[in-house]
Nanobody, 115 residues
Framework: QVQLVESGGGLVQPGGSLTLSCAAS????????MGWYRQAPGKQRELVALISSSGLTNYADSVKGRFTIARDNAKNTMYLQMNSLKPEDTAVYYCNARRGFSTWWGQGTQVTVSS
């Protein structure tokens, strides 16, 4: 019973920055894990970053040092700050929330990194 809506995607040049937001329809304080996934054309969906309810984070090796995941429980919003973007970061980015055996997904937002 959690609706997720992503925003902030768009076109950015290599080396640029972009911030994605994921707004939840209800409180995310009780949600154990939230994360960002991405799927490039012709490729499998992959985990980009994960954040627990306590703030513990995990990142894919490909984005470590460049991306930062955060959650604001008071605003029911999760963020992904993306810096030093590369063309290989181009993908549809999906917000994910999980609690127990339940999982919810957003509709996705397109991120295109191109000169």
């Amino acid at each position: 019973q959690v609706q997720l809506v992503e925003s902030g995607g768009g076109l950015v040049q290599p080396g640029g920055s972009l911030t994605l937001s994921c707004a939840a329809s209800r409180t995310i304080f009780s949600i154990n894990d939230m994360g960002w996934y991405r799927q490039a054309p012709g490729k499998q969906r992959e985990l980009v970053a994960l954040i627990s309810s306590s703030g513990l984070t995990n990142y894919a090796d490909s984005v470590k040092g460049r991306f930062t995941i955060a959650r604001d429980n008071a605003k029911n919003t999760m963020y992904l700050q993306m810096n030093s973007l590369k063309p290989e970061d181009t993908a549809v980015y999906y917000c994910n929330a999980r609690r127990g055996f339940s999982t919810w997904w957003g509709q996705g937002t397109q991120v295109t990194v191109s000169s």
